[in-house]
Protein backbone atom coordinates (compact mmCIF):
# COMPACT_ATOMS: atom_id res chain seq x y z
CA UNK A 1 0.00 0.00 0.00
CA UNK A 2 1.40 3.30 -1.26
CA UNK A 3 0.62 6.59 -0.13
CA UNK A 4 0.95 9.53 -1.72
CA UNK A 5 0.69 12.84 -0.20
CA UNK A 6 -1.98 15.17 -2.10
CA UNK A 7 -1.68 18.46 -0.65
CA UNK A 8 -3.96 20.86 -3.00
CA UNK A 9 -7.08 22.53 -2.02
CA UNK A 10 -10.58 20.35 -2.60
CA UNK A 11 -12.08 23.68 -4.85
CA UNK A 12 -8.49 24.21 -6.28
CA UNK A 13 -10.21 24.82 -10.15
CA UNK A 14 -12.45 27.41 -8.36
CA UNK A 15 -9.77 29.00 -6.55
CA UNK A 16 -8.01 28.76 -10.09
CA UNK A 17 -10.68 30.97 -11.71
CA UNK A 18 -10.84 32.97 -8.86
CA UNK A 19 -7.59 34.06 -8.82
CA UNK A 20 -8.10 34.72 -12.80
CA UNK A 21 -10.60 37.00 -12.06
CA UNK A 22 -8.86 38.51 -8.85
CA UNK A 23 -5.74 39.58 -11.57
CA UNK A 24 -8.71 40.78 -14.04
CA UNK A 25 -10.13 42.77 -11.47
CA UNK A 26 -6.85 44.46 -10.70
CA UNK A 27 -5.58 45.01 -13.89
CA UNK A 28 -8.68 47.23 -14.43
CA UNK A 29 -8.59 47.87 -11.19
CA UNK A 30 -11.75 47.43 -10.39
CA UNK A 31 -12.71 46.76 -6.40
CA UNK A 32 -14.80 43.70 -6.23
CA UNK A 33 -17.31 43.24 -3.01
CA UNK A 34 -18.85 39.56 -2.01
CA UNK A 35 -21.89 40.70 0.21
CA UNK A 36 -23.25 37.29 2.66
CA UNK A 37 -25.96 37.29 4.78
CA UNK A 38 -28.30 34.65 6.05
CA UNK A 39 -31.78 35.06 4.06
CA UNK A 40 -33.70 38.18 4.25
CA UNK A 41 -30.61 40.42 6.36
CA UNK A 42 -30.92 43.00 4.29
CA UNK A 43 -27.90 42.74 1.53
CA UNK A 44 -30.55 44.18 -1.43
CA UNK A 45 -31.95 46.50 0.55
CA UNK A 46 -28.22 47.54 1.51
CA UNK A 47 -27.12 47.79 -1.72
CA UNK A 48 -30.62 49.43 -2.97
CA UNK A 49 -29.68 52.36 -0.70
CA UNK A 50 -26.35 52.00 -1.43
CA UNK A 51 -26.75 52.78 -4.98
CA UNK A 52 -29.64 55.75 -4.49
CA UNK A 53 -26.96 57.89 -2.53
CA UNK A 54 -24.14 57.20 -5.20
CA UNK A 55 -23.43 59.88 -7.81
CA UNK A 56 -24.97 58.71 -11.13
CA UNK A 57 -21.83 59.12 -13.04
CA UNK A 58 -20.01 56.52 -10.79
CA UNK A 59 -18.32 53.12 -12.28
CA UNK A 60 -20.88 50.31 -10.24
CA UNK A 61 -21.78 47.58 -11.32
CA UNK A 62 -23.84 44.28 -9.07
CA UNK A 63 -24.02 40.69 -9.81
CA UNK A 64 -26.83 39.27 -7.68
CA UNK A 65 -27.46 35.53 -6.71
CA UNK A 66 -30.71 34.04 -6.14
CA UNK A 67 -31.79 30.46 -6.65
CA UNK A 68 -34.64 31.31 -8.25
CA UNK A 69 -36.54 35.00 -9.85
CA UNK A 70 -34.80 37.86 -11.15
CA UNK A 71 -36.61 39.98 -8.25
CA UNK A 72 -33.56 41.46 -7.18
CA UNK A 73 -32.07 42.27 -10.49
CA UNK A 74 -35.20 44.18 -11.30
CA UNK A 75 -35.30 45.64 -7.99
CA UNK A 76 -31.50 47.10 -8.66
CA UNK A 77 -31.68 47.85 -11.81
CA UNK A 78 -34.19 51.26 -10.76
CA UNK A 79 -30.84 52.67 -9.88
CA UNK A 80 -29.65 53.14 -13.73
CA UNK A 81 -26.47 51.04 -12.99
CA UNK A 82 -25.34 47.86 -14.70
CA UNK A 83 -27.24 44.86 -12.84
CA UNK A 84 -27.12 41.13 -14.02
CA UNK A 85 -29.12 38.12 -12.06
CA UNK A 86 -27.30 35.16 -11.88
CA UNK A 87 -29.90 32.33 -11.05
CA UNK A 88 -28.30 29.47 -9.68
CA UNK A 89 -31.49 27.43 -10.27
CA UNK A 90 -31.01 25.16 -6.99
CA UNK A 91 -27.16 25.87 -6.09
CA UNK A 92 -26.90 27.23 -2.60
CA UNK A 93 -24.03 29.97 -3.24
CA UNK A 94 -22.26 31.60 -5.95
CA UNK A 95 -18.61 29.99 -7.78
CA UNK A 96 -15.91 31.69 -9.49
CA UNK A 97 -17.23 30.21 -12.71
CA UNK A 98 -20.49 31.45 -12.56
CA UNK A 99 -18.97 35.01 -11.70
CA UNK A 100 -16.85 34.85 -15.00
CA UNK A 101 -19.56 33.75 -17.18
CA UNK A 102 -21.36 36.63 -15.68
CA UNK A 103 -18.60 39.18 -16.63
CA UNK A 104 -18.60 38.11 -20.86
CA UNK A 105 -19.64 40.95 -22.61
CA UNK A 106 -19.52 43.88 -19.87
CA UNK A 107 -16.76 46.63 -21.39
CA UNK A 108 -14.02 46.30 -19.07
CA UNK A 109 -13.73 50.09 -18.10
CA UNK A 110 -17.74 50.05 -17.41
CA UNK A 111 -17.29 49.92 -13.68
CA UNK A 112 -14.83 49.92 -11.11
CA UNK A 113 -16.39 48.80 -7.79
CA UNK A 114 -17.94 45.36 -8.69
CA UNK A 115 -21.04 44.39 -5.94
CA UNK A 116 -21.49 41.07 -5.66
CA UNK A 117 -24.59 39.69 -3.87
CA UNK A 118 -24.52 36.01 -2.94
CA UNK A 119 -27.17 33.75 -2.75
CA UNK A 120 -28.77 34.13 1.23
CA UNK A 121 -27.00 31.83 2.79
CA UNK A 122 -24.40 31.91 5.86
CA UNK A 123 -22.36 28.76 5.21
CA UNK A 124 -22.05 27.59 1.78
CA UNK A 125 -20.86 30.59 0.38
CA UNK A 126 -18.31 30.77 2.78
CA UNK A 127 -16.03 28.31 0.91
CA UNK A 128 -16.26 29.51 -2.61
CA UNK A 129 -13.93 32.10 -3.97
CA UNK A 130 -14.97 34.24 -5.99
CA UNK A 131 -12.16 36.38 -6.55
CA UNK A 132 -13.49 39.54 -4.52
CA UNK A 133 -11.26 41.86 -2.41
CA UNK A 134 -13.14 41.44 0.66
CA UNK A 135 -16.45 39.67 1.98
CA UNK A 136 -18.83 41.58 3.81
CA UNK A 137 -21.05 39.89 6.28
CA UNK A 138 -24.21 41.21 6.70
CA UNK A 139 -26.46 40.43 10.25
CA UNK A 140 -29.94 41.96 11.18
CA UNK A 141 -30.97 42.63 14.78
CA UNK A 142 -33.59 39.82 14.43
CA UNK A 143 -31.08 37.34 14.17
CA UNK A 144 -29.27 35.71 17.37
CA UNK A 145 -26.40 38.25 18.75
CA UNK A 146 -24.65 34.75 18.52
CA UNK A 147 -24.73 34.00 15.20
CA UNK A 148 -20.88 35.01 14.83
CA UNK A 149 -20.40 32.29 17.27
CA UNK A 150 -22.49 29.39 15.16
CA UNK A 151 -21.39 30.48 11.97
CA UNK A 152 -18.18 31.12 12.53
CA UNK A 153 -16.59 30.36 9.02
CA UNK A 154 -17.80 33.77 7.42
CA UNK A 155 -16.83 35.68 10.34
CA UNK A 156 -13.52 34.57 9.84
CA UNK A 157 -13.21 35.56 6.28
CA UNK A 158 -15.05 39.07 6.17
CA UNK A 159 -13.20 42.18 6.22
CA UNK A 160 -16.30 43.59 7.52
CA UNK A 161 -19.76 42.95 8.97
CA UNK A 162 -22.45 45.28 8.82
CA UNK A 163 -25.02 45.09 11.12
CA UNK A 164 -28.52 45.90 9.44
CA UNK A 165 -32.08 46.62 10.86
CA UNK A 166 -30.68 49.15 14.29
CA UNK A 167 -33.82 51.32 13.42
CA UNK A 168 -35.77 48.33 15.12
CA UNK A 169 -33.21 47.85 18.23
CA UNK A 170 -35.78 49.49 20.19
CA UNK A 171 -37.87 46.55 20.05
CA UNK A 172 -36.17 43.56 20.01
CA UNK A 173 -33.95 42.16 22.76
CA UNK A 174 -30.78 42.03 20.64
CA UNK A 175 -27.28 43.99 22.37
CA UNK A 176 -25.11 45.31 19.20
CA UNK A 177 -22.16 44.86 21.55
CA UNK A 178 -22.70 41.66 22.39
CA UNK A 179 -22.97 40.61 18.44
CA UNK A 180 -19.33 42.69 17.54
CA UNK A 181 -18.21 41.15 20.76
CA UNK A 182 -19.05 37.86 19.25
CA UNK A 183 -17.66 38.48 15.73
CA UNK A 184 -14.32 39.63 17.66
CA UNK A 185 -14.44 36.90 19.59
CA UNK A 186 -14.04 34.60 15.70
CA UNK A 187 -12.19 37.15 14.24
CA UNK A 188 -10.31 39.62 16.07
CA UNK A 189 -9.85 43.40 14.42
CA UNK A 190 -12.82 42.43 12.42
CA UNK A 191 -14.18 45.89 11.32
CA UNK A 192 -18.09 46.33 12.16
CA UNK A 193 -20.91 49.14 11.27
CA UNK A 194 -24.18 49.31 12.17
CA UNK A 195 -27.04 50.65 9.63
CA UNK A 196 -30.96 50.88 8.80
CA UNK A 197 -31.21 50.70 5.27
CA UNK A 198 -34.80 51.80 6.34
CA UNK A 199 -33.79 55.16 7.72
CA UNK A 200 -30.75 55.99 6.22
CA UNK A 201 -29.27 55.86 9.80
CA UNK A 202 -25.14 54.69 9.78
CA UNK A 203 -24.78 55.13 5.57
CA UNK A 204 -22.82 57.77 5.92
CA UNK A 205 -20.18 55.58 7.68
CA UNK A 206 -20.90 52.63 5.38
CA UNK A 207 -19.84 54.87 2.56
CA UNK A 208 -17.22 55.90 3.79
CA UNK A 209 -15.77 52.87 4.68
CA UNK A 210 -16.41 52.00 0.41
CA UNK A 211 -14.97 55.15 0.00
CA UNK A 212 -11.71 54.47 1.70
CA UNK A 213 -11.55 50.63 0.02
CA UNK A 214 -11.77 52.09 -3.34
CA UNK A 215 -8.76 54.65 -2.72
CA UNK A 216 -6.90 51.75 -1.12
CA UNK A 217 -7.44 49.77 -3.85
CA UNK A 218 -6.79 52.29 -6.44
CA UNK A 219 -3.60 52.90 -4.59
CA UNK A 220 -2.60 49.22 -4.47
CA UNK A 221 -3.34 48.74 -8.24
CA UNK A 222 -1.42 51.85 -9.38
CA UNK A 223 1.66 51.20 -6.74
CA UNK A 224 4.69 49.88 -8.93
CA UNK A 225 5.53 46.15 -8.29
CA UNK A 226 7.99 45.10 -5.89
CA UNK A 227 11.38 43.97 -6.94
CA UNK B 1 -25.62 21.81 1.93
CA UNK B 2 -22.93 22.24 -0.73
CA UNK B 3 -21.33 19.07 0.40
CA UNK B 4 -22.62 17.44 -2.68
CA UNK B 5 -20.19 19.94 -4.74
CA UNK B 6 -17.15 19.25 -2.36
CA UNK B 7 -17.48 15.53 -2.28
CA UNK B 8 -17.79 15.45 -6.07
CA UNK B 9 -14.28 17.96 -6.16
CA UNK B 10 -12.48 15.61 -3.78
CA UNK B 11 -13.56 12.48 -6.30
CA UNK B 12 -12.44 14.09 -9.59
CA UNK B 13 -9.18 14.63 -7.89
CA UNK B 14 -9.20 11.00 -6.89
CA UNK B 15 -9.83 10.29 -10.49
CA UNK B 16 -7.82 12.49 -11.95
CA UNK B 17 -4.83 11.15 -9.66
CA UNK B 18 -6.15 7.61 -10.33
CA UNK B 19 -5.44 7.97 -13.77
CA UNK B 20 -1.72 8.70 -13.60
CA UNK B 21 -1.47 5.23 -11.60
CA UNK B 22 -3.02 3.00 -14.07
CA UNK B 23 -3.59 -0.90 -12.38
CA UNK B 24 -3.23 0.71 -9.04
CA UNK B 25 -6.28 0.40 -6.95
CA UNK B 26 -7.72 3.98 -4.72
CA UNK B 27 -8.60 2.55 -1.13
CA UNK B 28 -8.47 5.96 0.95
CA UNK B 29 -8.30 9.35 0.53
CA UNK B 30 -7.31 11.76 3.30
CA UNK B 31 -8.60 15.08 3.48
CA UNK B 32 -8.34 17.74 6.10
CA UNK B 33 -11.18 19.87 7.35
CA UNK B 34 -11.29 23.15 9.25
CA UNK B 35 -12.90 23.81 12.59
CA UNK B 36 -14.49 27.05 10.56
CA UNK B 37 -13.98 26.00 7.45
CA UNK B 38 -17.97 25.75 6.70
CA UNK B 39 -18.22 22.41 6.04
CA UNK B 40 -20.15 19.67 7.62
CA UNK B 41 -18.40 16.04 8.41
CA UNK B 42 -21.07 14.21 8.45
CA UNK B 43 -22.96 15.59 5.26
CA UNK B 44 -19.88 15.03 3.30
CA UNK B 45 -19.33 11.76 4.12
CA UNK B 46 -22.90 10.88 3.66
CA UNK B 47 -22.70 12.50 0.22
CA UNK B 48 -19.17 10.73 -0.80
CA UNK B 49 -20.76 7.59 0.26
CA UNK B 50 -23.75 8.25 -2.27
CA UNK B 51 -21.61 9.10 -5.46
CA UNK B 52 -19.03 6.56 -5.29
CA UNK B 53 -21.88 3.38 -4.52
CA UNK B 54 -21.78 1.30 -7.62
CA UNK B 55 -19.35 3.53 -9.08
CA UNK B 56 -15.46 1.90 -9.87
CA UNK B 57 -14.76 3.64 -6.29
CA UNK B 58 -17.59 1.90 -4.04
CA UNK B 59 -15.69 1.42 -1.01
CA UNK B 60 -13.00 4.31 -1.04
CA UNK B 61 -12.81 5.02 2.50
CA UNK B 62 -12.67 8.96 3.18
CA UNK B 63 -10.73 9.99 6.06
CA UNK B 64 -11.20 13.24 7.58
CA UNK B 65 -8.82 14.99 9.68
CA UNK B 66 -10.47 17.49 11.49
CA UNK B 67 -8.11 21.01 12.17
CA UNK B 68 -9.06 23.04 15.17
CA UNK B 69 -8.61 26.72 14.92
CA UNK B 70 -5.01 27.92 15.75
CA UNK B 71 -3.52 31.24 16.80
CA UNK B 72 0.10 32.47 16.68
CA UNK B 73 0.82 34.67 18.90
CA UNK B 74 3.30 37.26 18.11
CA UNK B 75 4.47 38.33 21.21
CA UNK B 76 6.14 35.04 22.72
CA UNK B 77 6.00 32.85 19.17
CA UNK B 78 3.74 30.09 20.51
CA UNK B 79 1.11 28.60 18.28
CA UNK B 80 -2.06 27.06 20.54
CA UNK B 81 -5.28 25.82 19.89
CA UNK B 82 -8.58 28.11 20.16
CA UNK B 83 -11.38 26.56 22.52
CA UNK B 84 -14.45 28.09 22.22
CA UNK B 85 -12.99 31.36 19.88
CA UNK B 86 -10.78 32.39 23.21
CA UNK B 87 -8.00 33.82 21.29
CA UNK B 88 -5.97 35.05 24.15
CA UNK B 89 -2.57 33.83 24.37
CA UNK B 90 -2.71 30.88 27.32
CA UNK B 91 0.95 31.74 27.35
CA UNK B 92 1.76 35.33 28.01
CA UNK B 93 -2.17 36.91 27.77
CA UNK B 94 -1.46 38.90 24.56
CA UNK B 95 -4.28 39.69 23.02
CA UNK B 96 -3.76 40.42 19.70
CA UNK B 97 -3.32 36.66 18.22
CA UNK B 98 -3.42 35.92 14.48
CA UNK B 99 -5.11 32.76 12.98
CA UNK B 100 -2.60 30.23 11.25
CA UNK B 101 -5.31 27.44 11.08
CA UNK B 102 -9.08 26.11 11.16
CA UNK B 103 -10.08 27.07 7.81
CA UNK B 104 -8.40 23.83 5.96
CA UNK B 105 -10.45 22.29 2.83
CA UNK B 106 -7.50 20.31 1.43
CA UNK B 107 -6.61 17.01 0.18
CA UNK B 108 -3.80 15.15 2.11
CA UNK B 109 -3.38 12.04 0.49
CA UNK B 110 -3.78 8.63 -1.55
CA UNK B 111 -3.57 5.34 -0.51
CA UNK B 112 -3.30 2.79 -3.34
CA UNK B 113 -2.54 -0.19 -3.49
CA UNK B 114 -0.47 -1.41 -6.20
CA UNK B 115 -0.57 -4.99 -5.93
CA UNK B 116 -4.18 -6.14 -6.41
CA UNK B 117 -6.40 -5.37 -9.51
CA UNK B 118 -6.51 -1.55 -10.70
CA UNK B 119 -9.30 0.28 -10.17
CA UNK B 120 -11.32 -0.31 -13.51
CA UNK B 121 -11.37 2.24 -16.06
CA UNK B 122 -7.46 3.07 -14.88
CA UNK B 123 -5.82 0.66 -17.34
CA UNK B 124 -4.96 1.52 -20.74
CA UNK B 125 -4.66 4.91 -22.60
CA UNK B 126 -7.73 7.08 -21.79
Known sequence: MDRVPLEQKVLSENDRLAAALRARFAERRVLCLNLISSPGAGKTSL??????????????????????????????????????????????????????????????????????????????????????????????????????LKYPGIFHRSSLMVLNKIDLLPYVPFDPDAAEANARRVHPGLEALRVSTLTGEGFDGWLAWLRAQRERHAQAATAPLAG | MHELGIATAVLDAVRTEARRRPGARVRRVGLRLGEVGGVDRDALTFCFEAITRDTELDGLVLDIEHCPLRHRCPACDRTFEVARFETQCPICGCRDTVCVGGDELELAYLEVDDDGPGTPGTEGPQ
Open chain 1, 47 to 148: LEKTLERLDPGERVAVLTGDIQTDNDARRLARFGFPVRQITTGGTCHLDARMIERSLTGWRPDAFDLLFIENVGNLVCPTSYDLGEAAKVVVLSVTEGEDKP
